[in-house]
């Protein structure tokens, strides 16, 4: 028995539920990746992704949060199939940039969403999401240049990553509030 009643689910609230398991299961999936780089001795690589697992796990909490701040009924989602094999290091970076340009493409499906309902707080708050994609897929395709143009010589994409900075590190100081608080 429901203690209090909720908002009704509109087409933007169902797709913010889905993309609250999108980004879940994003961050298991970079954990998987930290893990077969760490397998293969590349710790600077490794560290990056358990950040991006971390980064979308705050992503998901930050779409609870905002459901909850709204008065939205929130379910906590199990995970997708993640994939732990593969043979040579682009292949995990092309993943994640696929993954990055299908959070994107779901994203803009929130924010029309929104704007089709007229909800025009929903559409401001998927704004800040729409700009961290942009920023998100602009790191990774960086990130594959650098594997690319190393043509195999890890310990140059190491030493890349251990002097550049990639991305945001998940420090926006405009990211929405994250349930439980970010990590």
Request: net charge negative.
């Amino acid at each position: 028995m429901a203690l209090t009643k909720k908002n009704p689910r509109s087409k933007f609230y169902e797709l913010l539920q889905q993309q609250v398991h999108n980004e879940f299961n994003a961050s298991q999936q970079y954990i998987a990746l930290a893990v077969w780089f760490e397998n293969e001795d590349l710790p600077q690589l490794a560290k990056h992704f358990f950040r991006q697992a971390n980064e979308e796990r705050n992503h998901a909490l930050a779409l609870v949060q905002y459901m909850l701040d709204t008065d939205h009924h929130v379910e906590i989602p199990g995970t997708g199939e993640v994939r732990n094999d593969f043979s040579e290091v682009h292949e995990l970076i092309e993943l994640a940039l696929a993954q990055e340009k299908e959070v994107a493409a779901d994203i803009k499906t929130l924010a029309k969403a929104a704007r089709d309902e007229d909800d025009y707080i929903s559409e401001q708050f998927v704004q800040w999401f729409l700009k961290e994609q942009v920023e998100e897929i602009s790191a990774m395709s960086t990130l594959l240049t650098i594997v690319q143009r190393a043509n195999g010589n890890m310990f140059e994409v190491e030493n890349w990553l251990a002097r550049e900075s990639v991305g945001d590190g998940g420090d926006d100081p405009l990211m929405p509030p994250v349930a439980g608080g970010a990590i």
